[in-house]
C-alpha cells in the first residue's frame, strides 16, 4: 500500500542543513557548559509516570506524552473508569511510562537515585530531546531539544554570577551581540508584596507587575485593584517602577524603600554579592527587572532570563534560577539548586533571523571524485582515503553516467572542489581539479591534492 | 509524596562517565561519516503509527511503542475492539503515534517526503535513539542509540567497496584490531537454492545455514532435510561447506560449482567488483561467508556483518547490505539503497572489556579553584575567565568550606590541578597550583597558568 509520506503535528524533519545549524549552536553551549565544568549525563526519553506526574502542575499533566503498555498488558484496561469519564485513571490502567516532559524532574530523579556516585556539588548539562503535547506555533514544537545546565549541593554567589558569565559567554560566541540578561530576586518580590501590605498575594502581585510593558503603568494598578489591593499600594508602588539608573543604583533605591523589610533586605544583599563576582567581568547588559517574576512556583532565590536583541520579536532565548530542595520529592533532603537552560529552537531562529550563522555550515562536502568507469575509479580509491584521512569529506560519484550530470550533482552538494581521473590523466599520472566557484582547472598530483586545497 | 527513584526496565541513565564513552565511539562514527560525505539528517521521535506498522513483521509491530492520544481525545476507545479482545484495533483507537523502531524506515519516509530538495545519491547518516520493547538482556535495552549510513538513488559498487573501508576506518579509530567483515550476496543464496533443486525455499535454506556455526555440518543437513530438501541436495551442499583459501579463491571455487545458475554468477561477478576498489585498501579481516543471510527479507544484493575480535563473547557490532525500492512504501519508486550501521552500546562494551577506552575520558575537570572567602574569589574571577577562554575546564568552589573538604571534592572529581588563592598569594601577587598526583605546590602567576598546564 502505498503511503503519503508525513509526520505528525508539531515534530519536524531536520535536512542537513538544519541539522548543521542546530549542531553549531547545541555545539558551543556544549563547550562552554564543559569550560565551567558541568559534566553530561543522560536520562531515559521514558521515566515512569509515577516520577513525571503531578510535577508540572494541572498544564504538565494535561500535555504529558503517555506511552501505551505493551503486548498483553493493554487487557488490564480499566473500563469502569473509562465509562465513569475518569480519564485518568483509564490512562493508568494502560500506561505506566511517559515521555520526559523536561530535564529539571528527570535530574532531580537522577541525583537522589545516583547520590552515592556523586561528588557535590554536582555539576551536570544535559543536553536532550522533550516531548510536551502542547498547541504547536513558530518556535514551539512537540519535540525539542533542551540544553540545561545545574548545580545540586552546596551553593554560593559564584555558581550564580558563573551563570551570568555563561550567558555571556555562550552568546559571544555565537556573534549573538544585544541580549539582555533581566535578574530578579523572589525575596525582593516578597519583601515588596509585604511593603504593599498584601505579603500573600504575591502570586496576584507579580502577575499583574509581569504586564507592566505591555499595559503600562495604569494598567498594572486596574488590575490590581480588581484583586483588592488598596489605593495607598500604589503611591508605595510607583516610585518602585520607576526605577531609574544601573544596577547597583537601582538596589540602593530599592534598599531604601524597602528599609523595613527584611525579606526584601536579603534579596538585595544577595544580588550585590553576585554582582560583586560579575562586575570586573564587564559582562554586557546586565539589567535589574522588578517585573521578572518567573517560575515563581520553584523559584526561591535568584531569577534570570535572557531576552534576545531589541531587533527580533521573540521571546526569552535563556532563563533559570535558584531553587531549593528539589530532590526531596524522591527521597534526598537538604539539596540546594541553581539552572540555567538555553532555548536551541528560538536562539536558531534568532541567529537565522540576524544572519550569525557562518556560511561554512551547509558546506558539508569538500570533492566530489567524478567517474569515468570502474577501472579509472578504483585507481583512485588509495588516494581518496588518504585525502579521507587527512580530514577531506570525499564523495566518489558512483557510476559512470554523463559528466554534465555529474558535475550537476556536484552543484547540488554545494562541493566547492572536483576531481576528474581520465585517459588523459592517467597518462599524465595527476588528477584534474575543478574549482566549482571560478570553473578553473588544473592537473596537480593526487598526493599533493590535501595541501592544495588546505591553502585556499 | 516521597518516591524512591526508578526508571522503567530496559532503560539507562547514562552518569558522566557513560556519557564519556558512548560520546567517544559515537563522535568517531560521526566524523567517519562526514569523511565519506554522509550528511546528517534527523527525523522525530514519533512517526504516525502507519508509517511504521507492517514495515517490521508481526515481531516489528508486537514490540513498537505506541503514544496514547492526548486529552480528550482518548475518548474515542473502540470499546467493542477490547471487548472482542481485538487488541490491535483497540490500540489503534486510542493511538496514532508510535516511537521510532529503527531508522530505516523513518528515512524513507523522509526521502519520499523531501525528494525535491534532495540531490541524489543521497547520502544521510543518522544517529537517533529507537525504541523497542524488547525483553532486556546484556547489551540490549528498550532504548538505544543506531548510528545509519545509507545512500538511496544511483549505486554502484564503490559504494560498497566504500562501506567496507568504512568500517575499516572507524575500528581503526577506535584502536579494535581483529574484527572480520562477513561478506555475502543474496544472488549468490539465490543460486545456491536453485542448485539444491528448491528454489523456493531459499529462507529454509538460509534459516539452517545460518546455524552452521552451532550445530556442524551434520545438524544442517538434519535439518534440511526435516524441510523436505531430497538426500542428493547434500552431497552438492558439502562441498560449498567446505570452500577454503583468499575471499577470490573461494568465489573462483563456488563459480565453478554453480556455472549453470545466473543468479549466482551475478553475485559473485558483483562481489569482484567490489573487491577490486577495496583490494588495494589492504582492508584487514574481510571474509566470504556462505553462511551470512540476515535480513533477507529486505536485503538484494551484497550482505555484510561485523564480527568482533575472537576474544570478545558477543554478537555483531556492525551490519548492512544492499536493498532496492524500500521508498516505494511511501510514493517513490525506482530507488535503490545502501546501508550500513554500528552497534553502538555493543561496540562500547567489547572497547570496555578491551580496555581500549582512552584514559582521559573520565577526566573532564583540568582544575578546581579552592574558595578562601568572597573577595578572594571574585578577585580569581577575571583570570578563571581567561583559563576558560583558553579551554581549560574549571570549577569554582562555591562557598569557603574546610579546605579538607574541599581538597577530597577535587579528588573526587579527579581533577589534576587545584589552584589556591589566599592571603599569602595575594600579597605576592600569585596563586598556588597544586598538583593533585604528586602533591607538589608552586607559586605561579595566574596568567602564566595555562602554559604551565599545556606543558604537562
Same mark, same amino acid.
Given at each position: 500500500?502505498?503511503?503519503?509520506?508525513?509526520?505528525?503535528?508539531?515534530? &519536524?524533519?531536520?535536512?542537513?542543513?538544519?541539522?548543521? &545549524?542546530?549542531?553549531?549552536?547545541?555545539?558551543?553551549?556544549?563547550?562552554?557548559?564543559?569550560?565551567?565544568?558541568?559534566? !553530561?549525563?543522560?536520562?531515559?526519553?521514558?521515566?515512569?509516570?509515577?516520577?513525571?506526574?503531578?510535577?508540572?502542575?494541572?498544564?504538565?499533566?494535561?500535555?504529558?506524552?503517555?506511552?501505551? #503498555?505493551?503486548?498483553?498488558?493493554?487487557?488490564?484496561?480499566?473500563?469502569?473508569?473509562?465509562? $465513569?469519564?475518569?480519564?485518568?485513571?483509564?490512562? +493508568?490502567?494502560?500506561?505506566?511510562?511517559?515521555?520526559?516532559?523536561?530535564?529539571?524532574?528527570?535530574?532531580?530523579?537522577?541525583?537522589?537515585?545516583?547520590?552515592?556516585?556523586?561528588?557535590? !556539588?554536582?555539576?551536570?548539562?544535559?543536553? +536532550?530531546?522533550?516531548?510536551?503535547?502542547?498547541?504547536?506555533?513558530?518556535?514551539?514544537?512537540?519535540? *525539542?531539544?533542551?540544553?540545561?545546565?545545574?548545580?545540586?549541593?552546596?551553593?554560593? !554567589?559564584?555558581?550564580?554570577?558563573?551563570?551570568?558569565?555563561?550567558?555571556?559567554?555562550?552568546?559571544?560566541?555565537?556573534?549573538?551581540?544585544?541580549?539582555?540578561?533581566?535578574?530578579?530576586?523572589?525575596?525582593?518580590?516578597?519583601?515588596?508584596?509585604?511593603?504593599?501590605?498584601?505579603?500573600?498575594?504575591?502570586?496576584?502581585?507579580?502577575?499583574?507587575?509581569?504586564?507592566?510593558?505591555?499595559?503600562?503603568?495604569?494598567?498594572?494598578?486596574?488590575?490590581? &485593584?480588581?484583586?483588592?489591593?488598596?489605593?495607598?499600594? *500604589?503611591?508605595?508602588?510607583?516610585?518602585?517602577?520607576?526605577?531609574?539608573?544601573?544596577?547597583?543604583?537601582?538596589? $540602593?533605591?530599592?534598599?531604601?524603600?524597602?528599609?523595613?523589610?527584611?525579606?526584601?533586605?536579603?534579596?538585595?544583599?544577595?544580588?550585590?554579592?553576585?554582582?560583586?563576582?560579575?562586575?570586573?567581568?564587564?559582562?554586557?547588559?546586565?539589567? *535589574?527587572?522588578?517585573?521578572?517574576?518567573?517560575?515563581? #512556583?520553584?523559584?526561591?532565590?535568584?531569577?534570570?532570563?535572557?531576552? !534576545?536583541?531589541?531587533?527580533?520579536?521573540?521571546?526569552?532565548?535563556?532563563?533559570?534560577?535558584?531553587?531549593?530542595?528539589?530532590?526531596?520529592?524522591?527521597?534526598?533532603?537538604?539539596? #540546594?539548586?541553581?539552572?540555567?537552560?538555553?532555548?536551541?529552537?528560538?536562539?536558531?531562529?534568532?541567529?537565522?533571523?540576524?544572519?550569525?550563522?557562518?556560511? &561554512?555550515?551547509?558546506?558539508?562536502?569538500?570533492?566530489?571524485?567524478?567517474?569515468?568507469?570502474?577501472?579509472?575509479?578504483?585507481?583512485?580509491?588509495?588516494?581518496?582515503?588518504?585525502?579521507?584521512?587527512?580530514?577531506?569529506?570525499?564523495?566518489?560519484?558512483?557510476?559512470?553516467? %554523463?559528466?554534465?550530470?555529474?558535475?550537476?550533482?556536484? #552543484? +547540488?552538494?554545494?562541493?566547492?572542489?572536483?576531481?576528474?581521473?581520465?585517459?588523459?590523466?592517467?597518462?599524465?599520472?595527476?588528477?584534474?581539479? %575543478?574549482?566549482?566557484?571560478?570553473?578553473?582547472?588544473?592537473?596537480?598530483?593526487?598526493?599533493?591534492?590535501?595541501?592544495?586545497?588546505?591553502?585556499?
Amino acid at each position: 500500500m502505498v503511503q503519503k509520506p508525513s509526520i505528525p503535528k508539531g515534530t &519536524r524533519d531536520f535536512l542537513p542543513a538544519d541539522v548543521a &545549524r542546530q549542531s553549531y549552536v547545541s555545539e558551543i553551549i556544549k563547550a562552554q557548559f564543559e569550560r565551567y565544568g558541568f559534566l !553530561p549525563i543522560q536520562t531515559p526519553s521514558m521515566e515512569k509516570t509515577s516520577t513525571l506526574q503531578g510535577k508540572y502542575g494541572e498544564e504538565g499533566d494535561r500535555l504529558m506524552f503517555h506511552i501505551l #503498555n505493551s503486548g498483553e498488558k493493554i487487557k488490564k484496561a480499566d473500563l469502569d473508569a473509562f465509562e $465513569d469519564n475518569k480519564l485518568g485513571r483509564f490512562t +493508568q490502567s494502560i500506561s505506566e511510562k511517559a515521555l520526559r516532559y523536561d530535564l529539571t524532574v528527570p535530574f532531580a530523579r537522577f541525583v537522589a537515585q545516583h547520590q552515592n556516585e556523586l561528588a557535590f !556539588p554536582f555539576k551536570r548539562y544535559q543536553i +536532550q530531546t522533550v516531548w510536551r503535547a502542547d498547541r504547536p506555533q513558530r518556535g514551539r514544537f512537540q519535540e *525539542f531539544t533542551q540544553c540545561d545546565a545545574d548545580v545540586v549541593g552546596p551553593i554560593g !554567589p559564584v555558581f550564580e554570577a558563573e551563570c551570568i558569565q555563561l550567558f555571556d559567554d555562550v552568546f559571544n560566541d555565537l556573534s549573538l551581540t544585544g541580549c539582555t540578561i533581566r535578574i530578579n530576586h523572589r525575596e525582593i518580590l516578597a519583601g515588596i508584596a509585604a511593603y504593599l501590605d498584601a505579603p500573600d498575594q504575591i502570586v496576584d502581585f507579580t502577575i499583574a507587575l509581569d504586564k507592566l510593558d505591555k499595559i503600562g503603568v495604569e494598567g498594572v494598578f486596574d488590575e490590581l &485593584r480588581q484583586k483588592g489591593f488598596e489605593e495607598d499600594s *500604589f503611591s508605595k508602588l510607583g516610585p518602585l517602577l520607576e526605577l531609574s539608573g544601573t544596577f547597583l543604583e537601582q538596589l $540602593d533605591a530599592l534598599e531604601q524603600m524597602l528599609t523595613a523589610h527584611p525579606d526584601a533586605l536579603a534579596g538585595i544583599a544577595h544580588l550585590r554579592k553576585v554582582l560583586a563576582f560579575v562586575s570586573p567581568l564587564q559582562v554586557s547588559h546586565l539589567a *535589574f527587572d522588578l517585573t521578572l517574576a518567573r517560575g515563581l #512556583n520553584y523559584y526561591t532565590g535568584v531569577i534570570f532570563e535572557v531576552a !534576545p536583541p531589541k531587533s527580533v520579536v521573540m521571546g526569552s532565548i535563556g532563563a533559570g534560577g535558584r531553587y531549593d530542595n528539589l530532590t526531596a520529592l524522591f527521597g534526598l533532603n537538604g539539596m #540546594n539548586g541553581l539552572g540555567i537552560s538555553f532555548g536551541l529552537d528560538r536562539l536558531c531562529l534568532v541567529l537565522d533571523e540576524l544572519r550569525l550563522f557562518p556560511k &561554512r555550515l551547509t558546506q558539508a562536502i569538500d570533492v566530489v571524485v567524478l567517474h569515468f568507469g570502474d577501472d579509472y575509479m578504483s585507481e583512485m580509491m588509495p588516494y581518496v582515503s588518504s585525502w579521507r584521512a587527512a580530514g577531506l569529506r570525499v564523495v566518489c560519484y558512483p557510476t559512470d553516467q %554523463k559528466l554534465k550530470k555529474q558535475l550537476n550533482y556536484a #552543484n +547540488q552538494v554545494d562541493a566547492p572542489w572536483v576531481v576528474f581521473f581520465g585517459e588523459e590523466e592517467k597518462e599524465k599520472g595527476v588528477v584534474s581539479l %575543478k574549482n566549482m566557484m571560478t570553473g578553473e582547472d588544473q592537473f596537480i598530483k593526487p598526493e599533493a591534492l590535501v595541501v592544495r586545497l588546505q591553502s585556499t
